[in-house]
């Protein structure tokens, strides 16, 4: 076998296709395929407003990354003759309080600098765009280009692009040995030329690799609500919302379907998947405070997933020590975002033994 | 056929219980039997802390109800082999503000005169008694006769009980007809000498029935969440708590298992089953403002429930103008802790023609 990777997210999925069409024999252990932190997600594609200071050398891998989903998103539908899920919808961002609003305006000079054009509107511009928008708000900010997917739709239709590109699955976990070329699964050991760890916090797990690399993956826990809206009777948003209400940041958005996303909590170090009764009250308390409408809207779901995040928020994607094995995890809070660009990266990679740029800021090895 | 129950809730399990065991065939007709508003419930057994001002008629029938629980879920723990899920744990009230406090000891005088005895506490007493509660308390008011029983539990072992005392069950829906002893179902027609309607909120659409008695019933519908707490992380009440807090009722009703049932909202005539964001937020905002370790715990479970309530709270039990046709239903919210003397009244009334007291007070002919 040419290829095995442990974790089918959607990094590894990603992966998996790109080198199945590349002419790889490909095989994706996984218990569970797409139901990991990819599952949990919102599905933003949000370079603009997923910056935060001190992200100089993430963002141009976030924009990079944006770039290629459309084009990436309609070639999934179209070999799977399923729905992408994603929408180019645009998103707006707006302050509660006045002190959310000094905060959202102190960033500006730096997404300027980045090459980012936001918007700022009063907070009557900001309800004309969004009309589900309650009064309570102090700013808004306009980000166009800051699109969406329905990240379980999409991981339905790559899964399916996989299978069709004649990618194999192990419904097993899997851990990476001492010997080259050997994967442990529960019920078989697999032999391969390539090895890729795309197993995202499960990765710290994987006591054969590199201890610093590990250690510098952290989880930080999200929870994350669905809901439910009726069109015929409450208002519901056209735009993906993000807010930042007393200091807390809540992001809204909603699917054609009706589905409405609220999210996220943000839990350093919670090793744990379980939703808690506080998520769930501090994610409707803020959506509510910026959209009066959530209250009306059913509450079908409370999810919590486990971003594998590191210290520098890069990616930890490419080489390790071994010649044999090699890493697509580490994509924190940005993981549906870069899942494309990291496949078709890891793609190159693995033909051509040179990882493209930007990705080739992600070396695992700035961790030895 | 003897008889057949339309509705496979407490109040129709019962009574197939104890009519089956008196020697009648029986049949109850149920899409899904226990699963509808039996099952959104918290399972109180609590005459003095569900009394509410304007009940001096009912609360006597909940006081007698609550006499014949205990032997009634040995009974049920016995012949099924399950756990009844009794717990005999008592309740405490709590005031979260001062106009909460009032409003509380505004009730003691009818109460006392009801033959309760209500036992005002200090903030320090019932935290003494209830540690899980928070320091943010008006008032405590103790009522150690009033218990609770996981409902959920119960109503496996009852309809076990039912199996083994040899009652049928058709999973289907079905209505009355005019013909007398004729029931159609989905699939087939049953007859039988005697049919009880016990089909909750549902029996309004019997268009068989009495208008009158029909037009009686309305749905109050109630929102519930059940939490799970780890007690080795977490403080969990011991006893079941009750809240007045910002002048909104709550409820913290805590399981052996770990299991905490949050409830409930009070929604007048919502004829829909769906949990509401709204819903979630309320009961997530008043548990914790008098608990705060509910933020701790995992948020499991969102559900609702359909009351048939009427206009005078007393359910409707017994006689219809058709010597063929019996109700068994309009139980409000007290159907779980109302479930054991109706199923007991009704086979007494099967038998020999006369509803006993104090259910006599439930006749359904007061509405014509």
Chains 1, 2 share one sequence.
């Not at 944006?66 to 179209?78: E, G, S």
């Not at 996220?264 to 009066?292: K, S």
Request: proline content about 7%; overall charge negative.
């Amino acid at each position: 076998m040419d290829l095995v990777i442990i974790g089918g997210g959607i990094a590894g999925l990603t992966t998996a296709r790109e080198a199945a069409r590349s002419g790889m024999s490909v095989t994706v252990v996984d218990p569970t395929p797409t139901h990991g932190a990819s599952y949990a997600a919102a599905g933003m594609i949000a370079p603009l407003t997923e910056y935060h200071i001190g992200d100089e050398r993430l963002t141009p891998l976030l924009v990079a990354a944006a770039h290629v989903w459309p084009a990436y998103a309609a070639r999934i539908a179209d070999e799977s003759g399923l729905p992408s899920g994603y929408v180019d919808h645009g998103t707006v961002v707006v302050g509660h309080d006045v002190d959310d609003k000094a905060e959202l305006l102190r960033h500006l000079p730096a997404q300027r600098a980045l090459g980012f054009t936001p918007e700022v509107l009063t907070t009557r511009e900001v309800r004309e765009r969004e009309p589900a928008l309650g009064p309570n708000l102090s700013v808004g900010i306009a980000a166009p280009a800051d699109h969406a997917v329905h990240n379980r739709e999409f991981l339905a239709a790559l899964l399916r692009a996989c299978e069709l590109a004649g990618v194999e699955f192990v419904y097993e976990t899997a851990q990476v040995t001492a010997i080259p070329h050997l994967v442990q699964c529960e019920s078989q050991q697999l032999r391969a030329e390539h090895i890729v760890v795309a197993a995202g916090i499960d990765t710290v797990r994987q006591a054969a690799l590199e201890a610093p690399i590990r250690a510098a993956i952290r989880p930080v826990k999200g929870q994350i609500l669905r809901l439910q809206a009726d069109r015929r009777t409450s208002a519901m948003p056209e735009l993906t919302v993000r807010a930042l209400v007393r200091g807390k940041s809540v992001y809204i958005v909603p699917r054609p379907s009706g589905e409405v996303v609220i999210g996220a909590t943000v839990e350093e170090r919670q090793f744990d998947l379980g939703a808690t009764a506080a998520g769930v009250f501090e994610l409707l308390r803020d959506a509510r405070a910026i959209m009066p409408s959530v209250d009306e809207w059913a509450f079908t779901e409370s999810w919590a997933g486990m971003r594998p995040t590191t210290h520098d928020h890069l990616p930890i994607v490419g080489a390790s020590t071994r010649s044999d094995v090699h890493y697509a995890t580490g994509h924190g809070r940005n993981g549906i975002l870069l899942g494309p660009l990291t496949g078709l990266s890891m793609a190159e990679y693995l033909r051509s033994g040179v990882m493209p740029s930007p990705m080739s800021n992600a070396s695992p090895l700035r961790f030895l």
